[in-house]
């Protein structure tokens, strides 16, 4: 979207609409997954980082706890608790950030992980509790680390209809509960 606007500028793409912002997306040569609701996010986040932190998008997390950046976020339209849990995380481990609660930061409880959860025995039932609460107690002092391993193993082999167990690297522990 830079290359194609020439800027990422919060303060001009919050003023632009959301069907100027929609045919950006389109342009796009890769799509966000939710590409209808994607250009009212990208506007709404333009919105918050211009009216709110002066336009610098660091200081939506800069001097802030996990949980504060979640909160604030999650009034973005699109952005649930599980896209707000990955964002903390991802800016932990992709801008060196650590936050001051670091350890309360749990894993983004989306389908993938909440069925591996399931399928090892780890998890009583497939919903986002069960998953954030598993992993609390398998990993107290950071239960976002399981965040990453959890999701590979649940796109790579361990699919919602054609599980591949015998390639899944969880294999020796795994209860395989369908
Ligand atoms: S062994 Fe099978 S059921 Fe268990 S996590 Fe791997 S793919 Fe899923």
Known sequence: MKCDLGHLDPRILAGMSVQELARAVDRLPSKPRYVHDAPRTIQEVAALVSRDYMGDAERLWTGHTARAVQDTVIQVHGVGPALAAMLVILLE?????????????????????QRVLYRLGLATEITEAAALDVTKRMNPSYPGALDSPLWIIGTRWCSQSDPQCSACIAQQVCARRF
């Open 93 to 113: 481990r992709c801008r060196g950030i650590r936050f001051p609660d670091h350890q309360e930061m749990g894993v983004k409880p989306d389908v993938h992980v």
